[in-house]
């Protein structure tokens, strides 16, 4: 018995994918920054509402602040904050 997969319809088509390098990579964001950049900056790279990350951020304080506090502050300070334009 033979089975034939239509590799078109399994695989999007090379037109459709961006290019890696197009990436803008994981930075600490200067325009929406309200404390740190942490949120707005994971908002960015992953393509969020920075909104919704922030309500994410909020609610893991709410337990007493260190399931939120403390990833924040390693957050803080591992991701390098964006790079200026010009």
């Known amino acids: 018995m033979r089975r034939f ?8 088509s090379q037109s459709k994918q961006e ?5 803008r990579g994981l930075y600490r964001s200067r325009e929406h ?13 992953f393509g969020i509402p920075i909104w919704l ?3 994410f951020w909020i609610i893991l304080l709410l337990p ?6 403390l ?3 390693i957050l803080w300070v591992i991701i390098p904050l964006e790079p200026r334009d010009g």
């Open 33 to 45: 920054k309200i404390i740190a950049g942490v949120a707005a900056g994971l908002a960015e790279r």
């Open 53 to 55: 990350m922030r309500f």
């Open 71 to 73: 990833p924040y502050l």
């Open 64 to 69: 007493g602040g260190i399931p939120g506090l």
């Open 19 to 23: 290019p890696m390098s197009t990436s």
């Open 5 to 12: 997969i239509d590799t078109d319809v399994t695989r999007p």
